[in-house]
């Protein structure tokens, strides 16, 4: 996979800049935007899609003195980037919208909590992937994409070249969303009892 600096080169390119940086620290107005967008461009594309390489399932730690409202308080995972959804024991697969637990993110002193009525919560969630290594290339071609829209202005000034790259990084995110229903696979739905009833 592409490094962090080959990632912003890819996003360089796309708004016709033929200078490559080599650093972050490089004297140039490239490396200091570079520098400034690409952590928090690639938290937000992280937070945009469920990519399934940055999932993870974990029970939740439950806490106690659950807030008005709700049965029970549990701490929010050290690592996570985005909630996707709250799980009971035992569920593997996502629920549908209509379906899904209610959940709320508060705070305490302790840091961020979430709160739900579910007992044994787990979570499935999106957690904070650095290392560039890990990324799939659906994912690096929707960051260098999303980065190069933060760039086009303040290296090129041409409108065009943003939006450009904004149609760009939501068809990237569409190609993602197709691969991932398509790297995974449901477990088969149960049998009606009409069904085995006649086996």
């Not at 002193?109 to 904070?128: L, M, S, Y």
Request: net charge negative; with cysteine.
């Amino acid at each position: 996979m592409p490094s962090d600096i080959e990632i912003c080169n890819i996003a360089l390119s796309r708004v016709a800049q033929t200078q490559p940086i080599v650093s972050f620290t490089e004297r140039s107005k490239a490396a200091e935007l570079c520098s400034v967008f690409y952590a928090p461009m690639r938290e937000l594309v992280l937070a945009e899609f469920p990519w399934p390489f940055a999932e993870s399932i974990v029970n939740l730690a439950d806490i106690g003195s659950p807030a008005p409202g709700w049965a029970f308080r549990y701490r929010y995972p050290a690592d996570c980037l985005k909630v996707r959804e709250i799980i009971e024991p035992g569920q593997r697969r996502p629920r549908s919208a209509d379906m899904q637990i209610p959940f709320s993110i508060g705070f305490d002193p302790g840091g961020r909590v979430i709160h739900t009525d579910q007992p044994e919560a787990g979570v499935r969630f999106t957690f904070r992937v650095q290392d560039p290594t890990f990324f799939d290339p659906l994912f690096v071609e929707a960051l260098a994409w999303r980065l190069s829209m933060e760039l086009a202005l303040p290296l090129s000034s041409k409108a065009e070249l943003q939006t450009f790259a904004s149609q760009q990084y939501q068809i990237a995110l569409t190609n993602a969303e197709a691969s991932a229903f398509n790297e995974s696979q449901d477990d088969p739905d149960p049998e009606s009892e009409f069904v085995s009833v006649r086996q």
